[in-house]
């Protein structure tokens, strides 16, 4: 069973930076497609930034300029640079990731990411 693991969540003060990680394991090849979510409580969770082995990537409106997504494919690693990080940022954030795209792909548990005064 692929497992993906997050971190580097945590508390910030409007205008921080954080730097999420999300790493898979137990993987029959490298994962191709990733993605990036976030959940308030209450809400569906949404979409905030995705990566594919083609390079290409894909931003919510609400995060362009500010997060950066990012992969090393040697480590099965996917990376969120979030950068100038407002309050309506604060949510758990999950990583997503793929053989091929994000139908049909596997979730991490999700790390808390907090932004306030």
């Known amino acids: 069973q692929v497992q993906l693991v997050e971190s580097g969540g945590g508390s910030v003060q409007p205008g921080g930076s954080l730097r999420l990680s999300c790493t898979a394991s137990?993987?029959?090849?490298?994962?191709?497609?990733w993605g990036w979510y976030r959940q308030t409580p209450g809400k569906e969770r949404v979409f905030v930034a995705a990566i594919h082995s083609s390079g290409n990537t894909k931003y919510t409106d609400s995060v362009k300029g500010r997060f950066t997504i990012s992969r090393e494919n040697a480590r099965n690693t996917v990376y969120l640079q979030m950068n100038n990080l407002l309050p309506e940022d604060t949510g758990v954030y999950y990583c997503?990731?793929?053989?091929?795209?994000?139908?049909?792909?596997?979730w991490g548990q999700g790390t808390q990411v907090t932004v306030s005064p």
């Open positions: 997503k990731g793929g053989y091929r795209d994000l139908d049909t792909a596997f």
């Open positions: 137990r993987t029959r090849s490298s994962i191709n497609a």
